[in-house]
């Protein structure tokens, strides 16, 4: 693949892979994957700093499962992932010596295993379990340089290594039962648990060394500085009830969770909550061919450290991290949503639409405070509850429409409004990079036999974004402008040796609408960018296997 840019284009390799095997009497089974990937930095205004940052990504796994009789299976899954993603310049010298890097490398590994069994006629037992351990290696530093004597500057690139731990498991049981075929149960408990732990490396202080005349006497070295060390625990019990009642079908259910978050990094701090989650969900039959739906749930974010907020904006001139408030509340949702659903066939023309509203009122709406910045340039935004909380409401349509057997449409727009109750930074009450407007489309036409082409679309509409940069560093509210990303792939598929090979090639983003107004330089705005991924980007590909 490459990506179209104003310094030449940017290559983007892929290669997966994936296959299975069954057991003859079909009991016991294996599948495998695999996916590797490397971008290449992509620099779209010739400034010698990254927009999209190059990308090395190895992904394995697989699954396995085995019956023990014709009731009961047991399933085991996981996949391990090493991703590194080196944004900023200057990508041939190491990291502490870059005008700028910001460097992640990631080693996921993730496991799960699951027991089924059936009782009775149709109830069903599911045991399970998984954990996920990840580490992350992170460096974000800015204007590094060497000293006249040698030595690194009072800026020292070295304070700007990072690692990070978290480790967290889910674990549970549910027990599904049916009362007659109208008529279901399903209820169950599981518990969840998080263990995030991250430090700032330790380094050798040469800005404090002991020098006398032209000699080196003694040199401190800095030991690691712990950042945040969390541990959040979940215990939750639930129950859902189904049942029709002739045209109608209703849903209830109701979640009870205990929640314990421990801050060892402050005091050991305790933040306890116990929330009570209903659902309730209705169905009507209007019609053969027309459904109508409402439905209403609670939800609820607890006050805790999420893993985004360790990630760092870093230029020449500011260097943002994130925290959270003493007082952080948790975060309370009520979403309220209603549809009708139409789908008929018109002659030989199958059509489908359907039309939604939503709203969602935020209780205690989590938002982050901008704050100052130092004289190091260091500036912190801070997580807090905004006053008044805040609502999100809309209208969603979706339209389906196959005029023929080989050839489909897909199309949906949605409009929205996502407002807080009292204005928040900037005196704005809009959210931020949430648009109003934004819709897509999708067709396939198999055309001729082994042909299909495929074409897309995403509409986003204009949306607020903040800058502090070279042009403004204090800070502005700038609005974007809207974007339609087309794109369009044409494949061509034929057997060979009963097997199948397929060829494809396509254009994504063929208008190349893309945000024409990045900042630049050293003291550029890392996280001044919105709209689409990707400018026009071409890109071919080839499968071949046992493709249905």
């Known amino acids: 693949m490459a990506i179209d840019g104003s310094d030449g284009p940017a290559s983007d390799y892929s290669i997966n892979f994936n296959g299975s095997v069954v057991s003859e009497d079909h009991r016991s089974g294996a599948s495998v994957y695999g996916f590797t990937r490397e971008r290449e930095m992509f620099d779209a205004n010739d400034d010698e700093f990254s927009e999209i940052s190059p990308l090395e990504n190895v992904t394995f796994g697989g699954r396995a499962f085995h019956k023990f009789t014709y009731r009961d299976k047991l399933a085991l899954d996981f996949f391990a992932i090493h991703e590194e993603r080196n944004g900023g310049s200057d990508q041939d010298k190491p990291l502490h010596e870059r005008r700028i890097a910001e460097a992640l490398t990631h080693e996921m590994k993730v496991g799960a295993i699951t027991y089924e069994r059936f009782f009775r006629d149709y ?29 690194y500057d009072a800026n020292d690139p070295l304070k700007s290594y990072g690692f990070t731990e978290d480790r967290s498991y889910n674990v549970g049981t549910q027990y599904k039962a049916l009362f007659s075929d109208n008529a279901s149960l399903v209820a169950g408990i599981e518990n969840t648990g998080g263990f995030l732990k991250d430090n700032k490396l330790g380094y050798t ?45 209703v849903s209830a259910g109701l979640r009870y969770d205990n929640y314990c978050v421990t801050d ?26 027309m459904q109508l739906r409402a439905s209403y749930s609670q939800g609820y974010r607890a006050p805790q450290i999420f893993d985004e907020d360790l990630h760092i904006e870093t230029s020449g001139s500011r260097q943002v991290s994130h925290e959270i408030a003493e007082d952080l509340s948790q975060e309370t949702s009520h979403s309220v949503m209603a549809s009708l659903d139409y789908h008929k066939m018109i002659g030989n023309v199958y059509v489908g639409f359907l039309a939604e509203g939503f709203y969602t009122k935020l209780i205690d709406a989590f938002v982050n405070e901008i704050g100052e910045a130092n004289d190091a340039g260091e500036v912190i935004y801070t997580r807090t509850n905004a006053e008044g909380g805040a609502t999100v409401q809309g209208i969603n349509m979706e339209l389906k429409v196959k005029p023929m057997k080989n050839f489909q449409l ?119 960018i919105y709209g689409p991924l990707n400018p026009r980007t071409i890109f071919f590909g080839i499968k071949f296997g046992n493709i249905l």
């Open 123 to 151: 109830d069903l037992l599911t045991v399970y379990g998984s954990g996920q351990f990840l580490d992350r290696d992170s460096y974000y530093g800015a204007n590094n340089s060497y000293s006249s004597q040698g030595f």
């Open 205 to 249: 202080d040469y800005d404090n060394m002991l020098i006398s005349g032209d000699s080196v006497i003694s040199v401190t070295h800095v030991p690691n500085t712990l950042v945040a060390d969390q541990r959040s625990i979940t215990t939750g019990v639930f129950a859902q009830y189904d049942i029709r009642l002739g045209r109608t079908k």
């Open 264 to 289: 060892f990094a402050n005091n050991n701090k305790e933040t306890k909550g116990q929330i009570l989650s209903p659902r309730l969900s209705l169905m009507f039959d209007a019609t053969k061919n």
């Open 410 to 528: 897909s199309s949906g727009f949605t409009l929205q409004s996502s407002l807080y109750e009292e204005a928040q930074d900037f005196d704005e009450k809009h959210f931020f990079r949430s648009p109003n407007t934004y819709g897509f489309f999708a067709l396939d036409w198999d055309f001729h036999k082994g042909f299909c082409l495929s074409g897309s679309g995403n509409y986003t509409g204009e949306m607020l974004v903040p800058y502090f940069g070279t042009q403004n560093p204090s800070g502005e509210l700038r609005s974007s402008d809207a974007f339609l990303d087309l794109g369009a792939k044409l494949s061509y598929k034929y057997k060979l040796n009963g097997a199948s090979v397929e060829f494809s090639a396509g254009m994504k983003n063929i208008l190349n609408s893309y945000q024409s107004d990045f900042d630049t330089g050293i003291d550029r705005d890392p996280a001044y």
